[in-house]
């Protein structure tokens, strides 16, 4: 891992994140995949800006169960994978999760994911527009989509979708 990851993971771990895992970079393309309480997505969007990370990406994961019967028994992660880590208080079926992505392509690559989960019910955490700017656009990309609200936002108004809608197509449970 370089130098610059390794730096990385010291601030994070003052953060006190839920998980912060090294990862294999020919494997998943990124080294670090953290993941962090709602209330901590702006202090680490902060951290990521502070040492020169731009922000590739934010998008949502649904984590809805699909219908039918579930497994008898958990299938154990696959090589290399983590378990998914919860959102206190809520199953993962019950939950979303918001994704970031971060590249520093300095004179060292690093490829961050800082992850936070949400409870289904209530998809909301705090905008990183102000630390990214570039952020606007995919927080907005991601309100019309999965319905994910970034509290602080400066327009939430749909990007892509027309005006009027009132549904969010790439919800798991989202029928045509």
């Not at 994070?12 to 209330?39: E, M, N, R, S, W």
């Amino acid at each position: 891992m370089s130098m610059l990851c390794e730096t990385l993971k010291e601030d994070f771990l003052a953060l006190a994140p839920l998980a912060l895992v090294d990862t294999d970079y020919k494997a998943k393309g990124y080294q670090l995949d953290i993941t962090v309480a709602p209330a901590q997505v702006v202090e680490a969007a902060t951290i990521m800006n502070r040492r020169g990370y731009t922000l590739e990406a934010v998008t949502g994961v649904d984590w809805l169960a699909s219908a039918g019967p579930k497994p008898a028994k958990k299938a154990a992660p696959a090589e290399g994978e983590e378990e998914p880590v919860e959102a206190p208080g809520a199953p993962v079926a019950e939950q979303m999760e918001v994704v970031y992505d971060y590249t520093n392509t300095g004179q060292e690559l690093c490829r961050v994911v800082v992850r936070c989960r949400i409870p289904r019910a209530n998809p909301e955490l705090p905008t990183v527009s102000g630390v990214f700017s570039g952020a606007n656009w995919h927080e907005r990309e991601t309100h019309d989509f999965f319905g994910i609200r970034f509290l602080g936002h400066p327009d939430l108004s749909p990007l892509l979708l027309p005006e009027d809608a009132d549904f969010h197509p790439l919800l798991k449970d989202f029928r045509v």
